[in-house]
């Protein structure tokens, strides 16, 4: 509301004015009627009807301009909101939301637009609030009774209705969480449909959803039930309401203590009054829903960061990574250091030491949950910036994406290679032949995810996309896991000879492949989180754990 003050204050304006020209209306039908009809007075007829004419294109002018920048508050206050969303996913630190991609997704469109709504309900209800005032001031003046059971009538009654908005409140939180669970559900299951349809588990699949589906619906249900007893209890004592004011004033008519003027006024701003009463009504629901999405909106934008980033920008030195007695997550006074130039091939038997290696040289660990020193180039990892870790390190995890567009703009997004360079890497990566898939070659078509293409063809050309970054220092995670031996075994061999003929690159590769494994200068078994063994593969393959992990 703060950030959109100008427009709050003139749609508030804008509203109210239009409100209280809709209360005028009958006060002005009934001074007509008491100075022109019942006088016969022509000069008092134009006079009050031309007055009548200015309310409503008072009123005309005001509801449509008030509604429009209420309107416009709303949508972009909306689209502010869901910026601010992707902004916090996006920002080179990322989020340590733990939230799927769906869950996210729902608070940027139904949680954003639910807290955007907010300022057009709050010009609303200011505005009714202002026309319920100045209805009670214009009914005290006609009559002191009948405005004083206005004034005393309308807070209980308002009173009497918002009894039911925590409840409602309470179930709009639940609905959201149990709406985005939902949603996150339903975007995972697009997302994994072809493996899912590998492995047969369409039923099954289709059961968790509609299982979560039906949890959402229930709580749906709740909380359209509160609405609706809101707006049951609002409407019927509303009613009640100016039933009795109306009667009133037909008592106060009959004993002529008010005009007839007077008294057409009494029953146009009684039947008038309904509305504004139940906008009145109704607020705390709305504000309670805007509230509900506002504190998940909070909430995620108050994560912590993923990554942790210093600022030191050292001079670019020997490529140089070194873990020294680390413990964190599944890893034991785990040591290791790289060797300048060195294919570097790290074998662990257990996935989750794998990911903690690789969320270690991202730097996602935080640094209260690791003992031991992670350093690149001689820097701990934490203390250097994004930037000087970009210069020295590329970690590519073994679940990637491909982006929509062409293979040219997934390999090579700022165009630093020709086509004989691209050529050289995608032979290295044993992709060549997805070029020739395609009469347009690198400038083929790339669906959203890569989703045209087979696994295997996604993974080689993800890793032909790490290999043309050519950073000092490259992190593998399995990249052959979808690719038959004779692919497997080019792949190593090209790997090889792109990075290390010069000796100015060094590469880890996480792997149990015998064919990566024999071409690596060094072999470093992990196992239960601790270095077992060092050496060549041929010299570890006389280590029964070592044989039985990479050969099984």
């Given at each position: ?69 209420a309107y416009r508050i709303d949508q972009f206050e909306a689209n502010r909101l869901r910026s601010e969303i992707a902004r916090h996913v996006l920002r080179p630190r990322g989020a340590r939301t733990g939230m799927l991609p769906g869950a996210t997704l729902s608070l940027a469109t139904g949680d954003a637009d639910g807290v955007g709504t907010l300022a057009q309900s709050a010009a609303y209800t200011f505005a009714s609030a202002s026309a319920v005032a100045v209805s009670a001031v214009v009914l005290l003046r006609i009559d002191v009774v009948i405005g004083l059971t206005v004034l005393l009538g309308a807070p209980l009654v308002l009173f009497i209705t918002q009894l039911v908005t925590p409840v409602i409140s309470r179930r709009s939180v639940d609905q959201r969480s149990r709406i985005a669970a939902t949603s996150a559900a339903a975007a995972d299951l697009v997302r994994g449909l072809r493996v899912i349809k590998g492995i047969g588990a369409e039923n099954e699949a289709v059961a ?345």
């Amino acid at each position: 509301m703060r950030r959109n003050a100008s427009g709050v204050a003139a749609s508030f304006t804008l509203l109210s004015v239009w409100q209280l020209s809709e209360a005028m209306v009958p006060v002005v039908v009934g001074a007509l009627i008491d100075h022109a009809v019942v006088s016969g007075s022509v000069g008092a007829l134009v006079t009050w009807g031309s007055l009548l004419a200015l309310v409503f294109a008072s009123l005309m002018f005001a509801y449509r301009c008030g509604a429009l920048v209420a309107y416009r508050i709303d949508q972009f206050e909306a689209n502010r909101l869901r910026s601010e969303i992707a902004r916090h996913v996006l920002r080179p630190r990322g989020a340590r939301t733990g939230m799927l991609p769906g869950a996210t997704l729902s608070l940027a469109t139904g949680d954003a637009d639910g807290v955007g709504t907010l300022a057009q309900s709050a010009a609303y209800t200011f505005a009714s609030a202002s026309a319920v005032a100045v209805s009670a001031v214009v009914l005290l003046r006609i009559d002191v009774v009948i405005g004083l059971t206005v004034l005393l009538g309308a807070p209980l009654v308002l009173f009497i209705t918002q009894l039911v908005t925590p409840v409602i409140s309470r179930r709009s939180v639940d609905q959201r969480s149990r709406i985005a669970a939902t949603s996150a559900a339903a975007a995972d299951l697009v997302r994994g449909l072809r493996v899912i349809k590998g492995i047969g588990a369409e039923n099954e699949a289709v059961a968790r959803y509609r299982e979560r589906s039906q949890v959402a619906k229930v709580a749906g249900i709740r909380v359209a039930g509160s609405q609706a007893l809101m707006k049951a209890m609002s409407t019927g004592l509303s009613g009640l309401f100016l039933a009795a004011v109306t009667l009133l004033a037909g008592e106060r008519a009959l004993e002529h203590s008010i005009t007839i003027g007077q008294l057409i006024a009494i029953v146009g701003l009684t039947q008038f009054y309904a509305v504004p009463i139940q906008t009145l009504g109704q607020v705390g629901a709305l504000v309670a829903e805007s509230h509900a999405s506002a504190a998940r909106i909070v909430d995620f934008l108050r994560t912590p960061p993923l990554l942790t980033a210093g600022t030191a920008h050292p001079p670019l030195a020997v490529p140089e990574i070194s873990l020294d007695r680390v413990t964190a997550g599944a890893l034991h006074d785990f040591s290791l250091a790289s060797r300048p130039g060195e294919l570097l091939c790290l074998a662990v038997d257990d996935p989750a030491a794998t990911r903690t290696l690789m969320q270690l040289l991202v730097g996602e660990v935080p640094a209260e949950d690791v003992t031991g020193g992670v350093r690149l180039d001689g820097v701990a990892i934490s203390e250097l910036s994004f930037a000087a870790r970009h210069e020295r390190l590329l970690v590519n995890p073994h679940q990637t994406d491909l982006l929509h567009g062409t293979l040219r703009s997934n390999l090579d997004s700022d165009g630093r290679h020709d086509d004989a360079e691209l050529a050289r890497i995608l032979d290295a990566a044993a992709a060549h032949d997805i070029v020739r898939l395609y009469d347009s070659g690198l400038d083929q078509r790339v669906a959203a995810k890569g989703s045209t293409y087979s696994g295997g063809q996604r993974q080689r050309i993800a890793l032909a996309r790490a290999l043309a970054a050519d950073p000092s220092i490259l992190v593998l995670d399995n990249p052959t896991t979808a690719v038959d031996a004779v692919t497997e075994q080019r792949i190593a061999v090209g790997i090889k000879a792109l990075r290390h003929q010069s000796g100015s690159r060094t590469t880890w590769v996480f792997t149990t492949s015998p064919a990566l494994l024999a071409q690596a200068d060094r072999v470093v078994h992990v196992e239960d989180g601790r270095v077992a063994g060092v050496g060549t593969h041929r010299k570890l393959l006389s280590h029964p754990s070592y044989e039985e992990l990479v050969l099984r």
